[in-house]
């Protein structure tokens, strides 16, 4: 058996169509239907792209180079669907569902118990806010203490909270 010496060596990397919305799902204010979104891309081996919304041949959203990222209005609704399309070919690349979410709080116990001869009583306040990893609960307005920072999901143990105290999600 002979030896042979190597001289150079290559490796293939195949890199795929890909597309993200940052967030997903995207955290709908209280009260509303609609929310907003990034939507980036990478399509390499295509040099213009076109994104459409509900199909290839829907309403055009936006379009670009081989990678890029574009913001949407305050028009997402849950399950709204991106499709990724050469625009020279027309032909389909990839796609994306978009969908949304809404955060909820709760009071435990609630009502709480006050003892007698006491001010206020004891609850924990727990909260979720899929997707948002940065929230704040404030007590009694929307410009109160902070009694909670971070996220998604959490809670707070709260002493002498008074009657008819209301916590805000933000």
Do not use: K
């Not at 490796?11 to 204010?29: C, D, G, K, R």
């Not at 009260?31 to 076109?50: E, K, P, Q």
């Not at 948002?132 to 920072?149: E, I, P, Y």
């Amino acid at each position: 058996a002979s030896s042979r010496t190597v001289f150079s060596q290559v490796q293939v990397i195949f890199e795929y169509p890909t597309m993200s919305a940052n967030p997903n799902p995207v955290l709908l204010p209280v009260g509303s239907s609609y929310g907003t979104t990034t939507i980036s891309w990478s399509a390499f081996g295509h040099s213009t792209v076109a994104i459409h919304m509900g199909s290839a041949t829907g309403t055009l959203f936006t379009q670009g180079g081989t990678t890029g990222s574009a913001t949407t209005g305050n028009w997402v609704t849950n399950g709204m669907v991106f499709v990724l399309v050469d625009a020279s070919t027309n032909a389909t690349i990839d796609s994306l569902t978009v969908n949304t979410a809404t955060a909820s709080l709760s009071a435990s116990p609630n009502p709480a118990l006050i003892p007698y001869g006491a001010s206020g009583g004891a609850t924990t306040i727990s909260l979720n806010a899929p997707g948002d990893s940065n929230v704040q609960l404030h007590q009694g307005s929307t410009s109160g203490a902070v009694v909670f920072s971070g996220g998604p999901t959490g809670g707070v143990s709260l002493n002498n909270v008074a009657n008819g105290t209301t916590f805000y999600l933000m």
